[in-house]
Nanobody
Framework: QAKLVESGGGLVQAGGSLRLSCASS????????MGWFRQAPGKERDFVAT????????GYADSVKGRFTISRDNAKNTVYLQMNSLKPEETAVYYC?????????????????WGKGTLVTVSS
């Protein structure tokens, strides 16, 4: 049973940092692109960041460039999202996702597997 589980969310003050983790089980995602998405209250789910299966390339939403960093450790079947200088408007449920084997798109399209999300609340 393939599964993605996010962790690391919580409450942080504006300007603070959090590091999210996404652990996989039931399947090895070492050949899959991975990504992070978020859904703020009352809004649609938006793309945040994605990473190539071998970490050679990354893609970010314009709003997070320079502040967020996506990385992965294939030996641990884990992907991370380091979030710095967080803003109140970035309060959202953050979701981990996996795409298709040996594919990559800098916009994080065509994701097939999704975690249940972890809530990040940024206070002003």
């Amino acid at each position: 049973q393939a599964k993605l589980v996010e962790s690391g969310g919580g409450l942080v003050q504006a300007g603070g940092s959090l590091r999210l983790s996404c652990a996989s089980s039931g399947r090895t995602f070492s050949t899959y692109p991975m990504g992070w998405f978020r859904q703020a209250p009352g809004k649609e789910r938006d793309f945040v960041a994605t990473i190539h299966w071998n970490s050679s390339t990354t893609g970010y939403a314009d709003s997070v460039k320079g502040r967020f960093t996506i990385s992965r450790d294939n030996a641990k079947n884990t992907v991370y999202l380091q979030m710095n200088s967080l803003k109140p408007e970035e309060t959202a449920v953050y979701y981990c996702a996996a795409g298709r084997p040996y594919s990559f798109d800098s916009r994080g399209t065509n994701m097939n597997y999704w975690g249940k999300g972890t809530l990040v609340t940024v206070s002003s």
